[in-house]
């Protein structure tokens, strides 16, 4: 490993401190370096307050160093407008830094490379792609969004070695261990909003919250997360947890518009209610994930269940796998696969996974993916 990818990996480190508590903006992390030393550090900690480049000059100025003719890493191209904080590109400059070593270039078609050029005018050194892969995939949900404006989809499941999520009955609790739950709770932390069907909700009345769990312990403060649940005919009982509790103002209901009026109505008594238009007598996903796009929701984990999952699939809106497997096996015709719907004609037409990862959580086994897709979607 080179110096630069060595402080580079440190800015990572640093930006992952963040995960679930910058959205919509991306995670950054920055190192300040002289003579092969640090000398200060940072990262981008939410949204609105300073970025991580900013952080780092901040450091250093109260450690006592000098940063005039200083090297700075940072994960990702350093901001040249104004937003909700003034353009990193202008701090740097100000304060004398010399070289600048970014890990990825800005994804936003409006930004990108504009900060490396502005920089380079300016007579600073700037070199970028150092630990590019890893760079970039710290904030492929903030990637995708800022180009697509749709959220990146990650669908998530807890099943046995043979695709099963519950039992014909419908027992499911709990399947996996409790290292990997503490892990979904993870997953849970990293995303804007959480995605149920209404069948989980009349199975289990979840909360879907992020919890503490034995070997876990969320951030003090995380943006609150949206709990959403896919409700075509507005059978989502009243007196549930995602209706009655009190996160209940951070629930949304998506309807059909064949949803019976009433229940609709009892529904926006208590929470927000979507009303979506349908397709083949279900919720057009595409058209919500436009809806939520512009909400500003970046990352959206949809937990199931096995027909919601297939939906997602079906419709080519999944980006990325999180599955659990537990080393158990239910079998039968009837316990409930965790993805069900119709299923793919063809091999042809399969969602074909690439950059497989796996992980052990206990006796359990953490596989995450990327669905291989064409380029530009």
Not at 7 to 24: E, I, K
Not at 201 to 221: N, T
């Amino acid at each position: 490993m080179t110096p630069d990818e060595r402080f580079m990996a440190r800015a990572l480190t640093l930006a992952r401190r963040a995960s679930g508590q910058t959205s919509p903006n991306p995670r950054v992390g920055a190192v300040l370096v002289r003579d092969g030393e640090e000398i200060g550090r940072g990262w981008h900690r939410r949204a609105g307050q300073p970025h991580a480049e900013i952080e780092a000059l901040a450091d250093a100025g109260r450690r006592g160093h000098f940063v005039s003719g200083a090297t700075i890493h940072v994960t990702l191209e350093p901001c040249c407008t104004h937003g909700r904080t003034p353009p990193c590109t202008d701090a740097l400059i100000r304060a004398g830094v010399s070289r600048v070593v970014v890990g990825a270039v800005d994804p936003n078609p409006r930004h990108a490379g504009h900060g490396l050029e502005l920089l380079r005018q300016a007579g600073l050194t700037v070199e970028s792609g150092v630990l590019e892969a890893e760079c970039r995939r710290l904030n492929e949900a903030f990637n995708h969004w800022i180009v697509h404006k749709t959220p990146w989809v990650v669908a998530k499941s807890a099943m046995t070695l043979d695709g099963r999520i519950a039992t014909a009955s419908g027992e499911s609790k709990w399947i996996t261990g409790p290292e990997s739950r503490a892990h979904a709770h993870r997953l849970r932390l990293e995303a804007d909003a959480i995605l149920v069907g209404v069948e989980t909700v009349l199975a289990d009345d979840p909360s879907l919250s992020v919890r503490a769990q034995p070997g876990f312990r969320p951030p003090a403060w995380f943006p609150a997360k949206r709990r959403i649940v896919l409700d075509t005919r507005g059978r989502t009982p009243p007196g549930c947890r995602l209706v009655s509790d009190e996160a209940r103002t951070d629930t949304r209901i998506v309807v059909g518009e064949s949803a019976p009026p009433e229940r609709v109505a009892a529904l926006r008594d208590r929470v927000s209610v979507l009303q979506a238009p349908e397709r083949e007598g279900r919720i057009d996903l595409r058209w919500l994930m436009t809806e939520l796009g512009c909400e500003g929701i970046t990352h959206l984990l949809v937990e199931g269940g096995g027909t919601v999952l297939a939906s997602f699939f079906e419709a080519g809106l999944v980006h990325r796998t999180a599955f659990f497997y537990a080393p158990r096996i239910l079998g039968g015709d009837e316990s409930r696969r965790a993805v069900a719907g119709r299923g793919f004609r063809s091999l042809a037409e399969a969602p074909r996974l690439v950059e497989v990862e796996s992980e052990r959580f206990g006796e359990d086994l953490f596989i995450t993916a990327r669905v291989a897709r064409d380029p530009g979607t």
